[in-house]
């Protein structure tokens, strides 16, 4: 995983800038594979909903989003979890993956 992402438009030396969001892969023999969760854009260019300039992106689903099924399947209680995704409760709980989206 990375927390950051790339520019989608070039900078002035012609490489791309930090900007939000990023890419998330899973391995494994729990691991439903085969899927992409979460919601891709639609439309890339500046005009895009979820650009917000040079073509730096507003990510639609967020780190917690998906570190909170990795983490209750790796065994996190409840208790845990206010540590773990401490940013939970700015989300509505419809926000989540469920882990039994991610694994078997």
Sequence with gaps: ???????LNPNSN??????WGGNYMMFGGSVRGRQIVGTYPDVLTDDGDNVIFRGRMVPTTSWDA????LAEWA?????????????????????FI???????
């Design 1 to 7: 995983t990375s927390e950051f992402a790339r520019t």
């Design 14 to 19: 012609g490489g791309s800038d930090h900007a």
């Design 98 to 104: 469920d882990v039994g989206d991610l694994f078997e």
């Design 66 to 69: 998906v570190f909170f099924p």
């Design 75 to 95: 065994g996190a209680t409840a208790d845990d979890f206010k540590y773990i995704c401490p940013n939970q409760d700015r989300f509505p709980e419809s926000h």
